[in-house]
């Protein structure tokens, strides 16, 4: 399989708890990129990594988020002390750059409920 | 956060016929693009433009980039079941990848 690829698929997490979220980028693409995904919107940004540098980070990742890209390949999202209005649709994006900006190549995602 | 001005909201249209989606923006893009959602699934993408006033075909979908840089549109013509999902545009902001979302539409297709 040459997609991204995003574990789990599927997480339901009380409110309070840590929960971390795994990324593998297609493996010849340098950059990888986090968004978040509500119900009826679209895709919003969170944070890029090249290589094993994290370049930019949203105003919407908040204390509680921490990403982290260990060696420039997969990545993790971390989400601590989890709150209801977390609840959403993690999608990780990896792509190559070449000049030209191809746009995103996006995993499946992972759908995090908090209850 | 900030997200594109995409219209229509929803579209449910017959089978065979042509669709026609656009998305708008207060700022200046250096690139546009489309991608298609299915439930569940992440986006893929469809088309990608990178000049002002660029048209660009994928089989039945053409897109083309405002003169203004402010605004895309997609049409799909000849539409078939497949072609359900929701659409997005996006816009690539300055020199960063960050890209700036739509707010979708949603298209249904009756046979």
């Known amino acids: 399989d040459t997609g991204v690829s995003q574990d789990p698929r599927h997480k339901i997490t009380k409110r309070g708890q840590n929960v971390t979220f795994r990324c593998d980028p297609i493996s010849e693409h340098n950059r990888l990129y986090w968004y978040r995904q509500t119900l009826g919107q679209g895709p919003e940004f969170l944070t890029y990594f090249q290589n094993e540098a994290q370049l930019e980070k949203s105003r919407l990742l908040s204390d509680r988020f921490s990403a982290e890209r260990p060696k420039g390949s997969f990545s993790t999202l971390e989400i601590q002390r989890t709150e209801q209005g977390d609840s959403a649709m993690y999608l990780c994006?990896?792509?190559?750059?070449?000049?030209?900006?191809?746009?995103?190549?996006f995993g499946s995602g992972t759908r995090l409920t908090v209850v | 956060g900030q997200q594109l001005n995409q219209s229509p909201q929803s579209m449910f249209i017959q089978e065979g016929e042509d669709v026609s989606m656009n998305c708008t923006s207060s700022s200046i893009f250096n690139t546009w693009l489309w991608y298609k959602q299915d439930p569940g699934e992440g986006p893929v993408l469809l088309i990608a433009?990178?000049?002002?006033?660029e048209l660009t075909s994928n089989g039945r979908l053409t897109a083309q980039f405002g003169i203004t840089r402010k605004d895309s549109f997609l049409n799909i013509s000849a539409s078939i079941p497949s072609d359900v999902g929701i659409y997005f545009c996006?816009?690539?902001?300055?020199?960063?990848?960050?890209?700036?979302f739509g707010t979708g539409t949603r298209l249904q297709v009756f046979p």
């Open positions: 994006a990896s792509s190559i750059v070449l000049g030209l900006f191809y746009g995103y190549t």
């Open positions: 433009l990178y000049k002002a006033g």
């Open positions: 996006a816009g690539q902001l300055g020199n960063t990848d960050k890209l700036i």
